[in-house]
């Protein structure tokens, strides 16, 4: 399920909670809701907003730092990808098709993570954008310095070639990571559970229902976000590709 799915889901918890706590309220003896009933209704509710906030608040937290590490990375890359040009640009003639290898691999980079029509090239699949910065290493292999002056520059775009490709892992792991669905379901069992308190010691008239109503929104969206952020190459809200393409821009002058 999608971000968008599991944020309509977590709506639907809430709504339908407060609806059935005040089915229930409405069935219950009077005694069951007096002044002393309601206090602890409240007070377990409480608990449970407390809990419910506290884990909202450290997965938001924690989403956020997911993304902007991304952004970091993805400017680190960026950074990496013109200085490994420059040192092929300086190692001379016999690494040109190099740098060619090199700009077809940002171009794919940016059509499977931006769908930014860089190139005429079909969608690749994630291994086939990890398999490019391979393909990159092994031409840089391939060449033969025949000074020291090249071995040396040689050196250093392997280094930074190698640096390329274990951020492409990683930007595939990020895309493939989600929060365990046992934890989504106690949060959904929590909200349904609150909802449920609020809607029995809550008085049914149109004001509490719309209160109540844009609070299930909130709690809806504060998951909306948490799930779209733990994801930064995939969905609505996703890392910035202006590294990439600064970096092209830069490989193709």
């Given at each position: 399920?999608?971000?968008?799915?599991?944020?309509?889901?977590?709506?639907?918890?809430?709504?339908?909670?407060?609806?059935?706590?005040?089915?229930?309220?409405?069935?219950?003896?009077?005694?069951?809701?007096?002044?002393?009933?309601?206090?602890?209704?409240?007070?377990?509710?409480?608990?449970?907003?407390?809990?419910?906030?506290?884990?909202?608040?450290?997965?938001?937290?924690?989403?956020?730092?997911?993304?902007?590490?991304?952004?970091?990375?993805?400017?680190?890359?960026?950074?990496?990808?013109?200085?490994?040009?420059?040192?092929?640009?300086?190692?001379?003639?016999?690494?040109?098709?190099?740098?060619?290898?090199?700009?077809?691999?940002?171009?794919?980079?940016?059509?499977?993570?931006?769908?930014?029509?860089?190139?005429?090239?079909?969608?690749?699949?994630?291994?086939?954008?990890a398999q490019g910065s391979e393909?990159?290493?092994?031409?840089?292999?391939?060449?033969?310095?025949?000074?020291?002056?090249?071995?040396?520059?040689?050196?250093?775009?392997?280094?930074?070639?190698?640096?390329?490709?274990?951020?492409?892992?990683?930007?595939?792991?990020?895309?493939?990571?989600?929060?365990?669905?046992?934890?989504?379901?106690?949060?959904?069992?929590?909200?349904?559970?609150?909802?449920?308190?609020?809607?029995?010691?809550?008085?049914?008239?149109?004001?509490?229902?719309?209160?109540?109503?844009?609070?299930?929104?909130?709690?809806?969206?504060?998951?909306?976000?948490?799930?779209?952020?733990?994801?930064?190459?995939?969905?609505?809200?996703?890392?910035?590709?202006?590294?990439?393409?600064?970096?092209?821009?830069?490989?193709?002058?």
């Amino acid at each position: 399920m999608n971000a968008i799915a599991i944020s309509l889901v977590a709506f639907v918890c809430c709504f339908c909670g407060m609806h059935i706590g005040m089915a229930i309220g409405k069935l219950l003896p009077d005694d069951h809701l007096s002044g002393d009933s309601k206090e602890i209704v409240k007070i377990g509710a409480g608990l449970i907003a407390t809990m419910t906030a506290l884990v909202l608040g450290l997965l938001v937290s924690s989403s956020k730092d997911t993304l902007d590490t991304m952004n970091r990375q993805l400017v680190q890359d960026g950074a990496k990808i013109i200085q490994l040009d420059r040192i092929l640009t300086h190692y001379g003639p016999d690494a040109a098709n190099i740098r060619q290898t090199l700009q077809a691999d940002v171009r794919q980079v940016l059509h499977q993570y931006w769908h930014e029509d860089v190139s005429q090239e079909a969608v690749l699949e994630n291994i086939e954008v990890a398999q490019g910065s391979e393909k990159l290493q092994a031409s840089l292999r391939a060449l033969k310095p025949v000074n020291e002056d090249e071995r040396q520059l040689l050196a250093d775009a392997q280094r930074l070639s190698s640096e390329i490709a274990q951020s492409r892992w990683i930007m595939i792991e990020m895309a493939e990571r989600d929060l365990p669905q046992a934890f989504l379901v106690v949060l959904l069992l929590w909200l349904l559970i609150l909802y449920l308190c609020y809607g029995l010691i809550a008085p049914p008239n149109g004001t509490v229902k719309i209160v109540l109503f844009a609070s299930a929104l909130t709690g809806a969206a504060a998951i909306f976000l948490i799930l779209e952020m733990n994801n930064p190459l995939t969905g609505v809200i996703k890392v910035s590709s202006a590294p990439m393409q600064m970096a092209l821009n830069i490989l193709c002058k």
